[in-house]
């Protein structure tokens, strides 16, 4: 039984949970060929009993069955560069030079918003959008999923298939391709027009990276201002004007700190920047949510990625 198939095919089939939890495996079989029970249960965020339930909904007799087709799926998977060059023949020929501009180099593809592909490719928006569902993504963000998960399996590889380096490739790829190119930028005019910026966030072992934060756009030219002490934050949040900035670094927690922050910025129209994980609230209530990768190790390196990423569109907007 192709496990990949048969995922997709009862998708229609599975409740809310079931349908998320067939998602997590198909997005990361790549790293599933060692998988036990414990093991996908703790990733996927579900009880061994849940992904016992599952293996059932999904057509197979017991777990141990679901559990070899997943590690036998694991050791087949193709990147998707390859899964394209098997589709070309399909392909219209405005769909097959999308195909020749991904194929050429999938790198950029895999970090590229429409309208960039569409430029590279030399064709229009709705060839891309066709393009993508010609090749079975859902949308251009799957498809940017898929072709970072393929450069992340042949880094990793290359560097030995180490467990810590390709978890972390694997979280930074992921967080490159969940917000396209126009919000950095955005968010970057955003931090060089306002008046003062505003850094708030986590304390303890977050500390060193939120000063690394400070430093390094203090450095770039942002006039940025560090408010650790929480009297002095309570003080200044009464002051906030619309032409401040909150930057916000929350990678493991919201507290009640960063909520009444985030409550005067909205009644003060000062806009917020956000550097978190997508399943912190605070996403979906900055004006601009900048991401950071779901696993802990991965979000210590995603703030640096983050940093590396807003301080060179930062340099590059110096010079024109």
Sequence with gaps: MDIVWQLRAQSAQFDSQESKLARFILDNLHTSEQATMESLSAQAGVSPDALKNFSKSA?????????????????????????IRGQ?????QQENRVAEAILKD??????????QLAGRAEVSAATITRFVRSVGCEDIRDLRMKL???????????????????????????????????????????????????LIGGAGESTPLIHEVQLRLTRSGIPIAW???ENLLHLTLGRLKPDDLLLILAPDAINSNLLSAVHHAIIQQTSVIALCPASIKLAEQARFWLPLPETAIGRRYGILFALDKLEKILDSSKTR
């Design 106 to 115: 999938p790198l950029f593809a895999s970090s590229a918003t429409i309208e």
């Design 227 to 229: 408010i650790q002490d």
């Design 148 to 198: 970072a998960r393929g450069a992340s399996s042949k880094s990793t590889a290359q560097a030995g298939s180490i467990p810590e380096i390709e978890a972390i490739t694997q979280a930074l790829s992921q967080q490159s391709a969940l917000v396209n190119e126009a919000i950095w930028e955005q968010a970057v005019f955003s931090l060089r027009k306002a008046r003062t910026v505003l």
């Design 88 to 92: 070309q023949q399909s392909l219209s």
């Design 59 to 83: 057509g197979f007799p017991n777990l141990d069955d679901f559990l070899h087709q997943i590690r036998k799926a694991s050791r087949q998977e193709t990147s998707f560069t390859d899964v």
